[in-house]
């Protein structure tokens, strides 16, 4: 009897980091940032975080692109910047072989700053500095440019996000990427004065649960920042960071600077204030316009 079986043949090999990698990108910094082992495998939790960060380079890429194709330089100011993720993996895709190119990470706690100083030097990333200090005093600090073209702020916490952009309109940033974390101010504030507002607007029914005092302060602080934004001549884009692990802190915020004031969001955001009894934050929020 005449043997019709097919000889088995075996699948063509797959390199299972090919769909997370990509072309050039320096296996060394990713064992480093220990998002692969010392013999170059990914693990689940390190193909999720590679995944979220090349998502986030996917966006900022094109912003990087815009500078560059104006200006031989670029400078981009990472705050809260942590173990420097985003920054050196940007570094490596994008801005290494640019030598008009420099990234400043800003983080206050001294490990993690010493720790990315030497990373950027054995790889020899010398267009990268660490700098320690807060958010709010990076803008006064004398490490760094009068100007930053580029200025992300992802997941730091609470008012340091508004610092960050405090720290962009002073810097006069092009573009601005925030993925902003843990809004408590405006929700405490508005649960400070919860008595006074029922008398004042039926409005506080939104917020007179706790739980609904977190959701609404939340999402109405950002709804304050990109007023604040188009009142001093931004252009947005909000939209959700597909990926990352935590989905209530996956609001992305884009913006990019056209000189051209949205005309009543400055009036909308202090009527917002004034309607909703948070006078207290106008200082926060309605920064003096650049003459």
């Known amino acids: 009897m005449k043997n019709t079986r097919q000889p088995i043949t ?34 689940q939790d390190s193909r999720r975080k590679l995944k979220q960060v090349t998502h986030l380079c996917n966006f900022i890429e094109p912003l990087l692109n815009e500078v560059l194709s104006r200006q031989d330089t670029l400078t981009l100011a990472d705050h809260g910047a942590g173990k420097s993720y985003l920054g050196f993996i940007l570094y490596d895709l994008y801005l290494k072989e640019r030598p008009g190119s420099h990234i400043y990470g800003i983080e206050t706690r001294d490990e993690l700053v010493e720790k990315s100083r030497t990373l950027a030097a ?84 939104i917020w007179r649960h706790p739980i609904h005092t ?23 884009t909000v939209t959700e960071l597909v990926g990352w692990e935590h989905s209530m802190k996956n609001e992305l915020i884009i913006a990019t600077h056209t000189g051209a004031p949205r005309g009543n969001a400055r009036e909308r955001l202090q009527q917002i204030l004034q309607e909703l009894n948070l006078q207290e934050l106008e200082a926060r929020f309605l920064a003096p316009l650049e003459s």
């Open 10 to 43: 075996k699948p063509a090999f797959v390199d299972p980091l090919a769909d997370v990698l990509r072309p050039g990108q320096s296996i060394e910094l990713l064992k480093e940032l220990h998002i692969l082992t010392r013999d170059g495998k990914l693990n």
């Open 214 to 236: 977190r959701e609404f302060g939340s999402q109405l602080t950002n709804v304050l920042r990109c007023l604040q934004l188009e009142s001093h001549g931004y252009q947005l």
């Open 122 to 205: 054995k790889l020899g990333f010398s267009r990268m500095s660490f700098i320690n200090t807060t958010v709010a005093e990076s803008t006064q600090s004398a490490q760094l440019p009068a100007t930053i073209d580029i200025v992300t702020a992802l997941h730091a916490c609470n008012t340091a996000t508004d610092d960050a952009i405090q720290f962009a309109l002073a810097k006069r940033a092009r573009h601005i990427v925030l993925v902003p974390c843990c809004q408590a101010e405006v929700a405490s504030v508005l649960r400070k004065h919860k008595n006074d507002s029922f008398g004042k607007t039926p409005l506080s029914e």
